[in-house]
């Protein structure tokens, strides 16, 4: 393989790598979406059958319970994430790995999912702060901080792209998997950020002229049923985004190990 990965070739190796596992990781992907549903519904009364349920609280400021939500939807993302790479990976072996079960394994990945959470739930925060006070000097400099925020939460979470295969195949702790995370994906991450700037765009895309055309604002967004055929396929298309970017980390983790280790 050449020095650098390619975003063909990643896609390419992503999208059979899906394929092939394509029942087990959509039944994970489903179990995310009716978990956020049950949770959402539960905690901030929102609609659970519907594309992008939006909060209805009695009790607490919408803006408020709107971020919680996104904050716990995330967590739990997070969460099956892992799961999907553990399925993916259970199968490889590294020269670097302690154990070949899943010893050690569970800590590091809460570690790291509690961890990249709390990065995350930040940019919810400021955004959740700037909307309380809008058009004030302070709003717009609590924006810049947002903005700054994000960009830099991109850039890690790029670096750290393949933190997850690094605990689970080489059995490190997280920390540990953070420094090896970005040691692998140096001279690389500009293909990293192609690959997922493309996926997100083949989702994206779609959801937003299935919403056009079917008479949904764009500007305004609605809940859209999910027994609608908008609805029903702009769902599948926010889990298949998960899907697709659980096989691309496997894929670049094997990738890069190839470049820098000669795996």
């Not at 995370?181 to 997922?196: D, E, H, M, P, Y």
């Not at 659980?246 to 280790?261: N, Q």
Request: with cysteine; net charge neutral.
């Amino acid at each position: 393989m050449a020095e650098r990965a390619g975003v063909g070739s990643i896609l390419s190796q992503t999208f059979a790598l899906a394929a092939r596992n394509a029942l087990a990781l959509f039944g994970l992907a489903l179990l995310f979406a009716a978990l956020t549903r049950a949770l959402d519904w539960a905690a901030f009364g929102s609609d659970p059958f519907v594309f992008l349920p939006i909060p209805a609280p009695k009790r607490i400021d919408p803006l408020l319970a709107e971020m919680l939500q996104q904050c716990a939807d995330e967590l739990i993302q997070l969460g099956v994430s892992a799961a999907m790479l553990w399925l993916l990976l259970s199968g490889t072996t590294s020269r670097y790995a302690h154990s070949r079960d899943g010893a050690g394994v569970i800590d590091p990945l809460v570690a790291y999912c509690l961890i990249l959470w709390g990065v995350v739930s930040v940019t919810f925060v400021l955004q959740y702060v700037d909307a309380l006070h809008p058009s004030t000097p302070a709003t717009f400099a609590g924006a810049a901080a947002t903005v700054v925020w994000g960009v830099a939460t991109l850039y890690a979470s790029i670096a750290l792209w393949v933190t997850v295969p690094v605990i689970i195949v080489e059995r490190l702790e997280a920390f540990a998997a953070f420094k090896r995370s970005w040691a692998l994906t140096k001279g690389n991450r500009g293909a990293i950020f192609g690959v997922v700037l493309v996926l997100l765009a083949g989702t994206t895309v779609p959801i937003l002229l299935l919403r056009s055309a079917g008479g949904y604002s764009l500007t305004h967004p609605l809940p859209i049923p999910l027994w609608s055929p908008v609805g029903a396929v702009s769902l599948l298309l926010q889990l298949s985004i998960i899907v697709l970017f659980a096989a691309s980390t496997a894929v670049f983790y094997w990738e890069l190990r190839k470049v820098k280790d000669g795996a």
